[in-house]
């Protein structure tokens, strides 16, 4: 069974960093591309950024190119997206998904004042 756990988010001011986390499990990690994708209060799912299955190719979003990098680390079965210079309207629930359109439980990210 696919199981993907997100954690990493929080309150953070606008400006400032987080860096989510994705433990994958119940799937060869290591043979799959993944992604991160976001719903904000009130709308749809967003994608993100995806990353290869041995990470040399990642793709950003425009909203969030030069601000965000996607990572993973395949011996601990990990997904990552470090995020910088954070807008308000980058508040939302942040998903890990693998191709299928699995996701976790989502991990809440708000950037307020």
């Known amino acids: 069974e696919v199981q993907l756990v997100e954690s990493g988010g929080g309150l953070v001011q606008p400006g400032g960093s987080l860096r989510l986390s994705c433990a994958a499990s119940?799937?060869?990690?290591?043979?799959?591309?993944m992604k991160w994708v976001r719903q904000a209060p009130g709308k749809g799912l967003e994608w993100v950024s995806d990353?290869?299955?041995?990470?040399?190719?990642?793709r950003y979003a425009d909203s969030v190119k030069g601000r965000f990098t996607i990572s993973r680390d395949n011996a601990k079965n990990m997904l990552y997206l470090q995020m910088n210079s954070l807008k308000p309207e980058d508040t939302a629930v942040y998903y890990c998904?693998?191709?299928?359109?699995?996701r976790g439980q989502g991990t809440q990210v708000t950037v307020s004042s």
């Open positions: 998904a693998d191709p299928t359109g699995s």
């Open positions: 119940g799937f060869i990690f290591s043979n799959y591309a």
């Open positions: 990353i290869t299955s041995g990470g040399a190719y990642k």
